[in-house]
């Protein structure tokens, strides 16, 4: 296997495993960028306070299901360096 392929595999399986769900609201959508701004709270599995932040997204579909003002569950783990969404569903 190709070691490119294989770390990226690693990183995904450890954002995997450091996901917790948390809720948000959707501030902005960038669908040409693949991000999504949220406005959150705590977030302690990211050692992180309430803010409102960028975030990429794992999966570039999901941004389709959402809109500006959306209440939102969604899982968020540090993926090769970047805070990303790694699931998102409406509340």
Known sequence: ???G???TLLA???A???AQAY???VMKIDKAQNKLTLKHGE???LDMPPMTMVFRMQDAKALD???VGDRVRFDAAKVGGAYTVTAIRKM
Do not use: C, F, P
């Open 1 to 3: 296997m190709n070691r």
């Open 5 to 7: 392929i294989a770390a």
């Open 12 to 14: 995904l399986a450890a």
């Open 16 to 18: 995997a495993a450091q």
């Open 23 to 25: 809720d948000g609201e």
């Open 43 to 45: 977030l302690k599995g």
């Open 65 to 67: 299901t959402l809109a």
